[in-house]
Structure formats: structure tokens, C-alpha cells
């Protein structure tokens, strides 16, 4: 495996507007967690940040703002939205690209000239 390549899972809501993702560390957490909600969130969810995007999955990434929330879940709280989207989205495997840069800095061009 390429340096830093790792997989992902995004869980993936299509809203009236906007696409919203919730990342998800621990697949098996959330799937038991969809048929026992006693499951901590913190057990599997990766960030407790609502991202948007207007061009579906691949599409860039922003933080959601509470308007928006607001607008299409009737809330701003990110734990509510979360837990709709873990819902109702699909979760959606995607490899993440390897890192990019020097591999030691301290080994690079150290500026100025030679």
C-alpha cells in the first residue's frame, strides 16, 4: 500500500439542497449502532462535523453552517443531524489518497543556494 493510502466510509444523506457526509471510523460499531442506538456516537463517528457538498460524494468538502442544518433538518444541533443522516444516508467506502510531500523535510532542500 502507498504511503498514508488508507479506506474511508462516508455516510452519504441527499438532502433538498445540498448532499450533507458524516465520516465513520468503526463500520461495525455502525451498523450495530443502526439496530441499537445505545451505541455511543463517539464508538464510530470520526468527527462530530456535518460536511456539505453540492456535487455529491466526490465533490469538495465544506462545514455545514447551522443555517443550513437548520433548513433541512429543523435543527442546528450537529449530534441531531448526525444521527438523521446516520439514518437515512448510505455509507459509502472510498479509498483516500496517498499523502503528498517530501518524506522527511530534514532531508530536502534546505533553501538557499548551494
Request: net charge negative; hydrophobic share 30%.
Amino acid at each position: 500500500m502507498a504511503r498514508g493510502e488508507t479506506t474511508q466510509t462516508k455516510v452519504h444523506y441527499k438532502g433538498s439542497d445540498e448532499d450533507f457526509i458524516v465520516f465513520v471510523d468503526d463500520v461495525a460499531d455502525y451498523k450495530k449502532w443502526l439496530s441499537d442506538p445505545s451505541v455511543p456516537l463517539s464508538h464510530f463517528v470520526s468527527t462530530f462535523t456535518v460536511f456539505t457538498t453540492q456535487r455529491g460524494v466526490q465533490g469538495p468538502l465544506n462545514a455545514a453552517p447551522n443555517s443550513t442544518l437548520e433548513n433541512e433538518f429543523g435543527t442546528h444541533v450537529e449530534d441531531d443531524c448526525i444521527k438523521t443522516i446516520l439514518q437515512k444516508g448510505t455509507a459509502q467506502e472510498v479509498e483516500a489518497p496517498e499523502r503528498l510531500g517530501f518524506r522527511n523535510e530534514s532531508q530536502g532542500a534546505r533553501g538557499g543556494h548551494f
